[in-house]
């Protein structure tokens, strides 16, 4: 389990990180008689010399000087910050629309009046991902659009900006979940096998593609199970497989008490890119031990994409597979969980104890 950190040390920790997200309170150092707010892209200070306040008029009481760079002193900055990015992301969207190469990141920089190195880590902040992971994903969801449209394979591909078919299908199933074909009919011929099992929280169902496992989810009753596949792939071929793959289910549910052994089963996970980032980083996750969602989103240099990470928490499609139950709340206390907080505390409690 991680430490508790000491309110001081919770702020030392955002300042350094330059945690865009942290609020609550300004820094000022002593050196320099200049006060920041957490993010500021100013050089890390020395923490010896750093003295924390809870307003800015505090700080200036004291003696200290807002920064000209991160404007502490006024609100509506923020939002400004904010604006350049939403600009950005326009931007981006305008030139794909227009089948032209996105904006790079330096003239992305140039516009919004900062450096590149700066500019990136703000939109990465702001968004999760950096502008050219959003440019792909806007691609990707041009070809989705497209393909729902009933438009070919090739035809979709191109009329994305994709420069030729390799360059998507390097990473199609990745984005669709299912092959292009596929996608385009609604999900339709995509087989999905499933079987349930019992397992010290109740049931447990998994569904395979013939990529590997797509869904584990547990319940109280098959009926419910089978229905929240259903939901979650409308139009796929649902084939009840309970009996051939019963030793496959047995492993899942052997898994499920005891993750640190793993999961020798290929993953069929899909998913958004900044979701996959975060399910990535989740997986690093040893058993026995927890993050907060701060802590995730600062492993994924997004520090202002806390309620993101959250949210792809929520939508994480494999139960202990991807262990979004060792993230908790700030404060170390249980957070949201698909399948019950009841659950998510029996799992960390079994992890402790197998630890």
């Keep these: 389990m991680t430490s508790k950190q000491t309110p001081y040390e919770a702020r030392l920790r955002a300042v350094l990180d ?42 200036e009481r004291a003696g200290y000087r807002p920064c000209k760079r991160c404007r502490p002193d006024d609100p ?65 969801e041009r070809v989705r659009e497209a393909l729902a449209e009933g438009q070919s394979v090739t035809e979709a591909i191109y009329a994305a900006g994709f420069g030729a078919p390799s360059r998507f299908y390097e990473h199609a199933g990745r984005t669709l979940g299912m092959p292009p074909a596929a996608y385009r009919r609604g999900g339709k011929g995509l087989a999905i096998r499933f079987a349930t099992a019992d397992c010290f929280l109740g049931l447990v169902l998994a569904g395979f593609t013939d990529l590997g496992v797509c869904a584990i989810e547990f319940g109280d009753s098959r009926e419910d199970l089978v229905k929240a596949l259903r939901k979650r792939f409308p139009e796929a071929d649902l084939r009840d497989a309970q009996n051939e793959l019963a030793p496959l289910l047995a492993e899942v549910a052997a898994f499920v008490r005891r993750p640190d052994q793993g999961l020798d089963l290929p993953l069929d996970i899909q998913g958004t890119a900044f979701q996959q980032r975060v399910w990535r980083e989740l997986a690093r996750i040893p058993a026995g031990e927890t993050r907060t969602y701060t802590d995730v989103a600062r492993a994924l240099d997004a520090p202002g994409a806390v309620r993101a990470v959250a949210a792809a928490c929520a939508a994480n499609p494999l139960a202990v597979a991807i262990p979004c139950h060792r993230v908790l709340r700030k404060s170390g206390a249980l957070a949201g969980y698909r399948w019950g907080l009841d659950r998510k505390r029996q799992l960390l409690e079994m992890e402790g104890k197998a630890e």
């Design 76 to 140: 509506a900055h923020r939002d400004m910050l904010s604006a350049r990015v939403a600009a950005a992301c326009r931007a981006i969207e305008r030139a794909l629309a227009d089948d032209a190469p996105p904006p790079s990141l330096e003239d992305l920089a140039r516009e919004a009046g900062l450096s590149p190195s700066h500019f990136q880590r703000l939109f990465k902040a702001r968004t999760g991902i950096t502008p050219k992971e959003y440019a792909q994903a806007v691609r990707d």
């Design 18 to 59: 330059r945690d865009a997200s942290a609020s609550g309170f300004v820094y000022a150092v002593a050196t320099t008689g200049i006060y920041c707010r957490p993010g500021c892209p100013s050089r890390a200070p020395n923490p010896e010399n750093v003295r924390f306040f809870d307003t800015p008029a505090q700080a």
